[in-house]
C-alpha cells in the first residue's frame, strides 16, 4: 500500500535522526538476505516501515532483543490455505506465531466449490488480518475436464480476478497437457496473463514437452521429485519452489541442487499442510527448520523463505531488512532451530511466544450448504470384474505422483472386492455438487488398511467425496455420514463412526480452533493407523487420488484416468 505523503515524510525525518522512530529494536544480530551477513545494530520502525538500521536513533518505544536474531518474516510462496482444513482467521492465528507474514495462494480448492464467491469469502477476510495475503488467479478450475466440479472459471472470470488487489498473477496452471496441444481455454487464460506472473504445475516434463510448456511463458514449479527433473526445469529458465507438505516430501531430494551460483532461483513452499502438522511442526519455519538439519546454512536457508519468494513475486517492499522495507520482522532465537520468539507485522508486536497478541475475532460464515449428492443405493459401489486383474492406483509414500500397475484381484459372485492381505482396496469416488449420480470405482495399493474405510470430501481439485476401504458396507455408512455433517472426514469400522471431523464451510474448512481441529485430525489419523495404515499421512494421501493432472493414474466421479495419455480408460 503507497503511503501518504506525511507518514512519507516522517519516515525520512527517522531515518535522518531528527525525528524519534515509533519503536526500535536495540541490540540485534539483523540478518542481512542481501548479503549473507550477519550484523550487530539497531533497526528503527515507523509508520509500519523500516526506517534505518544503525547505532544512531531514537524512538518511543524500545524493545532490548539482546543480541537475538532479526530476520524478515517468511513468505509462503504456494500453499492451499483450504489442506490445512482452516477457515481462514483460524489459519492466520497458527501461521503467525510460526513467522509466516506472507501467503500465496490461488485458493483454487474453494473455488472449485463455490467459484469466485469461494474466493471473495476468503479474501474479504483476510484483509483484515494481520498478514499479507496474496491471490494468483486460479488457472485451471476445474483442473481439466476429467472431473465434475461445482464450478467454472473461464477466461473472463480471470480478467476479473487479474484486476483485484493483490492479484499478483495466474496460479499454477495443471492443465500442462492443455498447453502441450494447444487447447484454446487454457491458451486465452494464459494470454490475458501474459503481463503478469504465471506459476506452473509441470510433473515430470522434460525435453521438447517441458520447452513447449516453458514457451507460453510460465517460470516457475513445485512439482519436480527428482534431482534430474529439477536440475533441467533450473536450466531452462525455471525458478524452483522446494515443496515440502504434508504429504509431499521433496525438501531431501531437491535442496542438494542448491549452490553459490543458483541459490537465488529457489525458494521454499508447503503446497498443501494438514493442520497437524501446522500446530505442532509449523508452517515455511519447519522446512526452514528441517533444510538447516540437512546441511543448508542458516542464512541461506532464510534466503529461501524471505527475499527469494519476495523477489519473484515482486514484492519490492517485503522480505528483507532495509530502509523503506516493510517492518514484517521476527526475532529468534535459536537460530540452528529457528526458535522464534516475537513476531511483528508492520512493526506492531503480533505474536509471542507461540502466541497470538492481536485477537482479530471471528468471522460469520455465510457460506452455503455444499453437500448436494444424489441418493445411491449401496448397490451402486459394486465393481463387476473384467476378468482376474485390472489396472491399480498404486501409492508412492511420501509422493504424490502414483503408478500404474495390473494386478490380480479377488472377486465374489463376479465382483471385485478388497484384498485386504495383497493390500488392494476399494476406491470410490461420489460427486457431490450437482446431483449428477457419478460414481467412480477403482483400486488402490499403499494403504493397508486391515479393515474399516476413510472417507473425505476433500478431494483435489473437484473435491468430490472420496472414500478407500476394505468392504462396501462400511465405505457406504462413511459416505453418508460426510454428507450428514456437510462435509468433512471420517473413518468408520463395523458399522461405527470411529472419529469424524466436519468442515461445514464449502466441505474443505472448519470453524473450530486450530488446536481442536489437530486434535480431531490427529484422531483421524491415528485411528486410521490402528486399522492397519501405514502411510505417514492417509488424508492427505486419499485426498490425491482424485487429482487427473498428477501422473501416472487417477479416479475422478467420471472414471479412472490415465494422465499420461490424460483420457478416461474405464
Known sequence: MPLRNNVLKNIIEVARGQAPADLLLKHARIINV??????????ALSGGRIAGVGEYYKAKEVIDLDGQYLSPAFINGHTHIESSLLDIDRYASVIIPHGTLGVISDLHEIANVLGISGIRYILDRARRLPFDFFLMAPSCVPSSHLE?????????????????????????????PGIIEGNQDILAKITIASKKLIDGHAPSLR???????????????????????????????????????SSEKNLETILPLVNDYNERRFFFVVDDRNPMDLVEDGDIDAVVRHSIAIGLSPIKAIQMATINPAEYFGLRKMGAIAPGYQANLIVISDLINVTIDKVFYKARLTAEHGMMITNFGQAKNDIPPSMNIRPFPIEALRLKAKGESMLVIEIIPGQIVTRKVIEKV????????????NDLLKLVVVER????????????????????????????????????GTNDADIYQGIKEVERIGGGLAVVAD????????????????????????????????????FGSTLT?????????????????????????DVNAFKIIS
Open 207 to 245: 525435453g521438447e514437452k517441458l520447452n513447449a510448456y516453458l514457451s507460453a511463458g510460465i517460470y516457475s514449479d513445485h512439482e519436480s521429485t527428482g534431482l534430474a527433473e529439477a536440475k533441467e526445469k533450473l536450466s531452462r529458465g525455471m525458478f524452483i519452489m522446494i515443496r515440502e507438505g
Open 537 to 561: 499421512s492417509p488424508f492427505s494421501t486419499l485426498s490425491f487420488l482424485a487429482l487427473p493432472v498428477i501422473p501416472e493414474i487417477r479416479l475422478t466421479d467420471r472414471g479412472l484416468v
Open 495 to 530: 458399522g461405527k463412526i470411529e472419529a469424524s471431523l466436519a468442515l461445514p464451510v464449502a466441505g474443505l474448512l472448519s470453524r473450530e480452533p486450530a488446536k481442536e481441529v489437530a486434535k480431531k485430525y490427529t484422531r483421524l489419523e491415528r485411528v486410521a493407523s490402528i
Open 34 to 43: 542481501f548479503t549473507g551477513e550477519v550484523e550487530k545494530g539497531n533497526v
Open 410 to 421: 479377488k472377486t465374489d459372485d463376479g465382483m471385485v472386492i478388497s484384498d485386504t492381505e
Open 148 to 176: 465434475s466440479s461445482g464450478a467454472r472459471l473461464e477466461a473472463g472470470d480471470i480478467k476479473k480476478l487479474l484486476r483485484l488487489k493483490n492479484c499478483l498473477g495466474l496460479g499454477e496452471v495443471m492443465n500442462y
Open 433 to 468: 455438487h450437482h446431483s449428477t449420480g457419478n460414481i467412480g470405482l477403482g483400486m488402490v495399493r499403499g494403504f493397508n488398511l486391515k479393515k474399516g474405510a476413510l472417507v473425505s470430501s476433500i478431494a483435489h481439485d473437484a473435491h468430490n467425496i472420496i472414500a478407500v
